[in-house]
Structures are given as C-alpha cells and as structure tokens.
C-alpha cells in the first residue's frame, strides 16, 4: 500500500509560480509512474502531467506544456510539480497519484492540496 501526500498549494497571482511535493510512505515510489491531477470548481478531474518510474519519461497535458515540469526524487521518495506562469484557469485541487504504468489506471492517490491563482 503506497500513502501519498501532497503539499505546497496555496493562493498565488497570475504569472507568479508554486511547487507541489508528494510524498510517499508505505513503499517506494521506484517501481511507480506517478501522476499529477487537478480538479477544477465545478469541473471533473484532469490529467495534468505524469512521469515514468525511471524519471525518463514525462507527459503533458496540452493546457500545461510549456509551463510546468513534473520531476522525481527517489533519495526522498517524492514527486514534484513546478509550475510557472500560473493562469486562474489553473485553480483546482490537486492531486499526485501513482500507477504501475504511467498511463495508468492510477490506483493510488493523495488528498489534494488547493491551488489558487488570482487575476
């Protein structure tokens, strides 16, 4: 069973920037893909960035490209999500989840943490 928790959202103006940490405990993240989701006000979970269990394969959402970087630490068994030129159409929960395969299904999944961007 892999826990995952989520931290660093917070309240941030347009093109201003955060780092959202998910760490795990439970078992290592090296045999994971792990997955970055976001869930708007109003609107269904989407698919935000993943990253490969080996660190050599990431993904995008097109919203997203560009602008932010999904990374891996395995020392700290952590994921990350650094996102810059934040936009208020990126205001959402966010959630970290991991996968045997980085397309999924993604079976494991943290709490959320909120992020919210201010025009």
């Known amino acids: 069973q892999v826990q995952l928790v989520e931290s660093g959202g917070g309240l941030v103006q347009a093109g201003g920037s955060l780092r959202l940490s998910c760490a795990a405990s439970?078992?290592?993240?090296?045999?994971?893909?792990m997955g970055w989701f976001r869930q708007p006000p109003g609107k269904e979970r989407e698919f935000v960035a993943a990253?490969?269990?080996?660190?050599?394969?990431?993904k995008y959402a097109d919203s997203v490209q560009g602008r932010f970087t999904i990374s891996r630490d395995s020392a700290k068994n952590t994921v990350y999500l650094q996102m810059n030129s934040l936009k208020p159409e990126d205001t959402a929960v966010y959630y970290c989840?991991?996968?045997?395969?980085?397309?999924?299904?993604?079976?494991?999944w943290g709490q959320g943490t909120q992020v919210t961007v201010s025009s």
């Open positions: 989840a991991a996968s045997v395969r980085v397309q999924g299904p993604y079976n494991y």
């Open positions: 439970g078992r290592t993240l090296s045999n994971y893909a």
């Open positions: 990253i490969s269990w080996s660190g050599g394969t990431a």
